[in-house]
Structures are given as C-alpha cells and as structure tokens.
C-alpha cells in the first residue's frame, strides 16, 4: 500500500485543518487506517485510528474532542479534521495503514506514509 499525506500547513492557535491520507496498491477497505504524529525532538505518537469500515475509531486523549479521523472508501482516503488546534499540537503528521486497528495504536502498523507538517502558532 502507498500512501500520500497532504493538507498539512500553519495555522493559528483555535484553528482547523485537514488532512487527508490516500492509499493505493491495494483494496483500502481491507486495511485500518490511522494518523500518528511526532513532534520535534519527541517520539511518534498515536492520534487515533478507524476500522476498516470506519464504524469505530480510536483517538488519544490529548486529541479526543478537537479531532476527527474519517475515511471515505470509495476513495480510498482517510481524513483527518483537526479543530481548536494547540501549539502543542505541532507535529509531522503521518498517515499509518495495518491488518488491525491494534498495529497502529501501537505504532506497528504494516505501512506508513510520507509525513506532513502542521505548524501551529499561538
């Protein structure tokens, strides 16, 4: 599976952005898809992740409330909508894809994709 991050960019503190993840190589609905982030000098973290129908999802506490991960199959694509945005919250953010849902929460998953920076200023 590739995959190809993008929407990331800088935003002030209390705003939004989008990310967006596509795949493609293989059937994406056989895959869990996730966003995890790294930020400067710190290790990868888990955002959250969503099943492979996206019926159930899994976020971080530091993200529960402000994100949202959904996933559009016909498309191939798995979103990422960040509201209330932090500066804590400034990171590389990568898009993750795995047989299980538990692959990525543990940051194993099978395949990941190109990071996108998101950069917010207070």
């Known amino acids: 599976v590739q995959l190809q991050a993008s929407g990331g960019g800088s935003v002030q503190a209390g705003g939004s952005l989008r990310l967006s993840c596509e795949a493609s190589?293989?059937?994406?609905?056989?895959?869990?898809m996730g966003w995890v982030r790294q930020a400067p000098g710190k290790e990868r973290e888990i955002v959250g992740a969503?099943?492979?129908?996206?019926?159930?999802?899994y976020y971080a506490d530091s993200v529960k409330g402000r994100f949202t991960i959904s996933r559009d199959n016909a498309r191939n694509t798995v979103y990422l909508q960040m509201n209330s945005l932090q500066p804590e919250d400034t990171a590389v953010y990568y898009c993750?894809?795995?047989?299980?849902?538990?692959?990525?929460?543990?940051?194993?998953?099978?395949?990941w994709g190109q990071g996108t920076q998101v950069t917010v200023s207070s």
């Open positions: 190589g293989r059937t994406f609905s056989n895959y869990a």
């Open positions: 993750a894809a795995s047989d299980r849902l538990h692959d990525i929460v543990v940051l194993s998953p099978s395949y």
């Open positions: 969503t099943i492979r129908s996206g019926a159930s999802t």
